[in-house]
C-alpha cells in the first residue's frame, strides 16, 4: 500500500501488511497532499489510524456505524472524524482517570448514539 485516501476504503490485506508507523505516514501524507491543516498532524493520523484498524478488523459495530453515517450523508473520510472524535473523547477521559469502567462498552454505546447530525452541530 503506497497511499491511503480516505474516501477509499483501504484492502484490509494490505493495511495490515503496512506497520503502524507507515499506516500514521499514509494517513499525513493524505492531509498535506489535500492540503487540509492540522493543529496536530500526529495526534490526528493516531486517531485515524486506529478507526481504520478497527474497520480493517472488522469492529461490526464500527462498520455499521460507518456505513450508517455515510447513509446519512457523510462522506467516507468525515464519517472516519465522527467516529474518531467519540474515540478522542474515550481516550481523553481515560487519560485524565475519569474514563467509564468498561471503557469498550462505553464507548460502542457511544457509537450507537452519534448521528452525522449531532457530529456536524458539534464541529460547528
Same mark, same amino acid.
Given at each position: 500500500? !503506497?497511499k491511503?485516501?480516505?474516501?477509499? %476504503?483501504? $484492502?484490509? !490485506?494490505?493495511?495490515?501488511? *503496512?506497520?503502524?508507523g %507507515?499506516r ?12 487540509? =491543516? ?8 493516531? &486517531?485515524?489510524? #486506529? #478507526? !481504520?484498524?478497527?474497520?480493517? @478488523? ?8 460507518? /456505513?450508517?453515517?455515510?447513509?446519512e450523508?457523510?462522506?467516507?473520510? $468525515?464519517?472516519?472524524?465522527? &467516529?474518531?472524535? #467519540?474515540?478522542? @473523547? ?5 487519560? =485524565?482517570?475519569?474514563? *467509564?469502567? $468498561? ?8 457509537? =450507537?448514539?452519534?448521528?452525522?447530525? /449531532? ?6
Amino acid at each position: 500500500m !503506497e497511499k491511503y485516501d480516505q474516501l477509499t %476504503e483501504p $484492502d484490509s !490485506e494490505e493495511w495490515h501488511q *503496512a506497520d503502524e508507523g %507507515e499506516r500514521m505516514l499514509m494517513v499525513e501524507d493524505y492531509h498535506r497532499r489535500a492540503r487540509i =491543516k492540522l493543529p496536530n498532524a500526529r495526534i490526528h493520523s493516531t &486517531i485515524h489510524v #486506529v #478507526v !481504520e484498524n478497527q474497520l480493517a @478488523e472488522l469492529m461490526l459495530e464500527v462498520v455499521a456505524v460507518l /456505513k450508517r453515517l455515510m447513509d446519512e450523508g457523510l462522506d467516507r473520510h $468525515d464519517a472516519i472524524h465522527a &467516529i474518531g472524535s #467519540v474515540l478522542a @473523547e474515550h481516550m481523553f477521559n481515560a487519560l =485524565k482517570g475519569d474514563a *467509564a469502567s $468498561d471503557l469498550n462498552q462505553a464507548y460502542l454505546r457511544d457509537l =450507537k448514539d452519534l448521528t452525522a447530525a /449531532k457530529w456536524l452541530a458539534s464541529a460547528e
